[in-house]
Each structure stands twice: as C-alpha cells, then as structure tokens.
C-alpha cells in the first residue's frame, strides 16, 4: 500500500488574491483556501474547512486574515473566533478545531490532498 499522497487539482493560484481567501470544492467539502503574502513578497498557501463549527456556516474563507502569537489565522467573519490555519484549533477555546488539508503548487496550479 502506497503513502502517497494524491493531489487533485483546484485553481490556479491567480485566481486568490494576496491575504484573502477563496471556497473551492474538494472531495464534497466546502474548503477554504488562503494566499498569504508577507512583506517580502514570499507566498504561502493554506487550506482549511469551509465550515465554522460556532456559526454553522460556510464562511470561513471570507474571514479577515491576521496573526495571534505568532501564529497566522484566520478570524471567523460571524462570531471572530481565531482558527490558526496551520494546525486548525481554534485560538479561543484550544478545543474546536476544523480540518487541516495539505496545499501545494504544481506550475500555477494550487492543489490539495487529504
């Protein structure tokens, strides 16, 4: 049995503007996607769950993008609870969490893995 990953192609990466996010499908999921853009022009890509579990609704990928200890997250645009895109946990509580996807770039090409 393989332990390769199988990446499925999603968007390119024009179509995410620098801090800000996009929803995409992927695997029958609603999954918010991140370009971050530091200061040096360096990209980072991030993906996450759509869905917030203290709303309960898919509108994490329109959440304001920021940094809490270090940390990049994104803020829920409903009830601004802090989810950290790299591990998922929401920063408030340490409990809630949502699901984390590998990202990465083929050419221009973001895609992801489960």
């Not at 393989?2 to 499908?25: F, H, Q, R, Y």
């Not at 992927?26 to 999954?31: E, G, P, T």
């Not at 409903?78 to 509580?93: R, V």
Request: with cysteine.
């Amino acid at each position: 049995m393989s332990n390769e990953k199988k990446w499925e192609n999603i968007c390119d990466t024009n179509d995410i503007l620098p801090n800000m996010g996009v929803c995409a499908l992927f695997q029958d999921q609603q999954v918010a996607i991140f370009k971050i853009v530091d200061n040096a022009g360096a990209e980072r890509l991030f993906a996450i769950n759509n869905y917030c579990p203290f709303s309960k609704s898919n509108t994490l990928s329109r959440g304001l993008i920021g940094s809490l200890d270090n940390k990049v997250v994104v803020a829920s645009p409903l009830y601004k609870q802090h989810f950290d895109l790299e591990t998922g946990i929401c920063i408030e509580d340490g409990i809630t969490n949502v699901n984390v996807y590998s990202v990465q770039v083929n050419g221009n090409t973001v895609q992801l893995a489960a």
